[in-house]
C-alpha cells in the first residue's frame, strides 16, 4: 500500500509538473500583422535582453497621448489591430507588443506577468520618449493587465490604467481554471502543485505574483472590466480587485461574457467606455482627419 501511494503521489506531481510546463511553452503563431504606413513595426529590447516584437501607429499629431496596449496569454499584437484603428482614429498614438514567448518576440516560458513586466517596461519607455512624454494610458487583458502591476520596479508609472479580465492572485487563478474543467475538490488539491511551481520556474513564490497587491500600490485612474460569467475571475474577484484601486476608478461588468469572450469583446458599449476613460484622463487628443477621394 506504501509503495502504490508513493507511485501516485509520483505521478500526480509528474502530472502537475508536465501541465505546468505545458501552460508555461505553449506559443501560437500569430499572422504577418503587416500593419502598413503610418505604422512601423520594432524590435526592443528589455532589460534582460529578451527582444520584443511592437507596432507602432502614430497620433494625429506629434506628442499626441497615446495607449499602450498589453495582449492576454496565447494572444498577440494582432489581436489588437482594430482597437489601434479606432483609437489612432481619436488621435492617439498607439503601441502593441508581443510578449516574450508569444507572437514574435524571443522565446520565453510565459510567468503570468512577471517576467512580462519588463517587456511593458521597454515598450513603456519607448513610448514615453516618442510623445515627448505626454500622457500615457495602459489597457492590459487578462496577462497584459498583470503584466502592467507586477515585476521588481512595480506598476508601471502610466497616467491611466484599464484592466481588462485581469486575475487578483496566482493561486485563485490557478483553482478557478482547474475548476473550470475539473471540479472545485480536484482544484483545491491540485492548486499547490501548480502554484508552488513559481518558485522553481520563476525565483519567486506565488505570493509575489498578485496584482490585487500591487493594484493597491497605484493611485491614479483605473478602470476594471470584468466577464458576468467569466468563471476564470469571477465577477465577484474583478469587483475586489476594483476595491483595491486607492485612486479614481470606474468599474464595468460585461454581462453574459466569460473569460475569452470578456478577453476580445469588440461591442460599441465596451469601445465608448474604453474611449470616454482615455478621453477624460489623458486628454482629449486632435481627430484624425478622414481621407477624402
Given at each position: 500500500?506504501?509503495?502504490?501511494?508513493?507511485?501516485?503521489?509520483?505521478?500526480?506531481?509528474?502530472?502537475?509538473w508536465?501541465?505546468?510546463?505545458?501552460t508555461?511553452?505553449?506559443?501560437r503563431?500569430?499572422?504577418?500583422l503587416?500593419?502598413?504606413?503610418?505604422?512601423?513595426?520594432?524590435l526592443?529590447?528589455a532589460?534582460?535582453?529578451?527582444a520584443?516584437?511592437?507596432?507602432?501607429?502614430?497620433g494625429?499629431?506629434?506628442?499626441?497621448p497615446a495607449?499602450?496596449?498589453?495582449h492576454?496569454l496565447?494572444?498577440?499584437?494582432?489581436?489588437?489591430?482594430d482597437?489601434a484603428?479606432?483609437l489612432?482614429?481619436e488621435?492617439f498614438?498607439?503601441?502593441?507588443?508581443?510578449?516574450?514567448?508569444?507572437?514574435?518576440?524571443?522565446a520565453?516560458?510565459?510567468?503570468?506577468?512577471?517576467?512580462e513586466?519588463?517587456d511593458?517596461?521597454?515598450?513603456?519607455?519607448?513610448?514615453?520618449?516618442?510623445?515627448?512624454?505626454?500622457?500615457?494610458?495602459v489597457?492590459?487583458?487578462?496577462?497584459?493587465?498583470?503584466?502592467?502591476l507586477?515585476?521588481?520596479e512595480?506598476?508601471?508609472?502610466?497616467?491611466?490604467?484599464?484592466?481588462?479580465?485581469?486575475y487578483?492572485?496566482?493561486?485563485r487563478?490557478?483553482?478557478?481554471?482547474?475548476?473550470?474543467?475539473?471540479?472545485?475538490?480536484?482544484?483545491?488539491?491540485?492548486?499547490?502543485?501548480?502554484?508552488?511551481q513559481?518558485?522553481w520556474?520563476?525565483?519567486?513564490?506565488p505570493?509575489?505574483?498578485?496584482?490585487?497587491?500591487?493594484?493597491?500600490?497605484?493611485?491614479?485612474?483605473v478602470?476594471?472590466?470584468?466577464?458576468?460569467?467569466?468563471r476564470?475571475t469571477?465577477?465577484?474577484?474583478?469587483?475586489?480587485?476594483?476595491?483595491?484601486?486607492?485612486?479614481?476608478?470606474e468599474?464595468?461588468?460585461?454581462?453574459?461574457?466569460?473569460?475569452?469572450?470578456?478577453?476580445?469583446?469588440?461591442?460599441?458599449?465596451?469601445?465608448?467606455?474604453?474611449?470616454?476613460?482615455?478621453?477624460?484622463?489623458l486628454?482629449?487628443?486632435?481627430?484624425?482627419?478622414?481621407?477624402?477621394?
Open positions: 500500500m506504501i509503495a502504490t501511494l508513493a507511485g501516485a503521489a509520483a505521478l500526480l506531481l509528474a502530472g502537475s508536465f501541465a505546468g510546463e505545458i508555461v511553452r505553449l506559443r503563431k500569430p499572422p504577418d503587416q500593419p502598413g504606413a503610418p505604422a512601423r513595426d520594432l526592443l529590447r532589460t534582460d535582453g529578451t520584443i516584437a511592437t507596432t507602432f501607429w502614430p494625429a499629431e506629434a506628442g499626441a495607449v499602450l496596449l498589453l492576454g496565447y494572444d498577440s499584437r494582432a489581436d489588437f489591430v482597437h484603428r479606432w489612432t482614429d488621435g498614438a498607439v503601441m502593441a507588443i508581443d510578449f516574450r514567448g508569444h507572437g514574435r518576440s524571443g520565453a516560458p510565459h510567468s503570468f506577468g512577471w517576467s513586466a519588463l511593458a517596461r521597454a515598450a513603456f519607455d519607448w513610448l514615453r520618449r516618442e510623445q515627448r512624454r505626454a500622457p500615457i494610458g489597457l492590459g487583458v487578462s496577462l497584459g493587465g498583470a503584466a502592467a507586477l515585476g521588481p512595480g506598476p508601471l508609472p502610466c497616467d491611466a490604467l484599464a484592466l481588462q479580465a485581469v487578483p492572485d496566482i493561486r487563478a490557478a483553482r478557478n481554471r482547474v475548476a473550470a474543467f475539473l471540479s472545485r475538490p480536484v482544484a483545491v488539491l491540485l492548486e499547490p502543485l501548480l502554484s508552488y513559481s518558485i520556474r520563476f525565483g519567486v513564490r505570493e509575489r505574483l498578485a496584482p490585487i497587491e500591487a493594484l493597491a500600490r497605484f493611485n491614479r485612474p478602470l476594471i472590466v470584468g466577464g458576468g460569467a467569466d476564470f469571477p465577477p465577484e474577484e474583478t469587483r475586489e480587485m476594483y476595491d483595491a484601486a486607492p485612486g479614481p476608478k468599474l464595468l461588468i460585461l454581462e453574459g461574457l466569460d473569460h475569452d469572450e470578456t478577453s476580445h469583446v469588440t461591442t460599441d458599449g465596451y469601445r465608448n467606455a474604453i474611449l470616454h476613460f482615455f478621453r477624460s484622463t486628454g482629449a487628443a486632435p481627430r484624425r482627419q478622414k481621407q477624402t477621394t
